[in-house]
């Protein structure tokens, strides 16, 4: 079996990120998603306390998980349509449909952009109020 290659041997025997994942999948999936929420929210506290401003670390974090998607974009793109080759991608293909075909891909940006964003303008309309 291909994921017992990463497992380890622990106290209470094989145990495996992979094969736990496996066992537990769409819940697994929604960690995953909330793991990258969790982390933009970190990033956007973060900035705010440094710089007094929820919107610089809504963006902030957002732009990361934005690129981070884009880029990989980028490789599939070139993978199905460039022939493997940079220099054959246009401009416009990591924004080509074809190449976001699963949720994940969707929900990994959707999610923090949609999350700091919320935070951001919840505590801005909070300040306004009082």
Not at 15 to 31: F, I, K, Y
């Amino acid at each position: 079996m291909a994921v017992l290659k990463e497992a380890t041997v622990g106290a209470g025997g094989i145990e495996s990120g992979a094969l736990r994942c496996a066992m537990v999948g769409v819940a697994c999936r929604a960690m995953i998603y909330l793991q990258h929420l969790v982390a933009a929210l970190l990033v956007q506290f973060c900035i705010a306390r440094a710089f007094s401003s929820w919107w610089a670390g809504a963006g902030i974090a957002s732009a990361y998980f934005v690129g981070r998607e884009i880029a990989q974009a980028e490789y599939r793109w070139i993978e199905h349509f460039g022939g493997g080759l940079r220099a054959n991608m246009p401009w416009w293909g990591p924004f080509d449909l074809r190449v976001w075909t699963t949720l994940d891909q969707w929900v990994d940006w959707i999610g923090p952009l949609v999350g700091t964003f919320a935070v951001a303008w919840i505590v801005t309309r909070k300040r306004r109020s009082a």
